[in-house]
């Protein structure tokens, strides 16, 4: 069974950082592309960021582009999202996802992901 958990999240000051980490059990992260995804309230599920299964290769939403940084650590399972400068209205919960194909890249659709955690909330105060 794969699961999949963020940590990280909390409450921060605009303009702050915080830097959200996605373990896995189950599954060996090195091999498969992942990403971060966001939703506030009454909106939808938007793509933040994504790695792909070896790290070579990273893609951003343009409203986080210069102040994310996405990053995995193979040995501890982990991938991490880096975030500075964070702005109120980007308040959400974040998730991280991970793809099913062997060796892949990472994806700007929620629905070419298999697995997804159970999400940490971010909370920017103005």
């Known amino acids: 069974q794969v699961q999949l958990v963020e940590s990280g999240g909390g409450l921060v000051q605009s303009g702050g950082s915080l830097r959200l980490s996605c373990a896995a059990s189950g599954r060996t992260l090195s091999r498969y592309g992942m990403g971060w995804f966001r939703q506030a309230p009454g909106k939808e599920r938007e793509f933040v960021s994504a790695?792909?299964?070896?790290?070579?290769?990273?893609n951003y939403a343009d409203s986080v582009k210069g102040r994310f940084t996405i990053s995995r650590d193979n040995a501890k399972n982990t991938v991490y999202l880096q975030m500075n400068s964070l702005k109120p209205e980007k308040t959400a919960v974040y998730y991280c996802?991970?793809?099913?194909?062997?060796?892949?890249?990472?994806?700007?659709?929620?629905?070419?992901?298999?697995?997804w955690g159970q999400g940490t909330q971010v909370t920017v105060s103005s």
């Open positions: 790695i792909n299964w070896n790290g070579g290769s990273t």
């Open positions: 996802a991970s793809r099913g194909r062997l060796y892949s890249s990472g994806s700007y659709y929620g629905n070419e992901y298999d697995y």
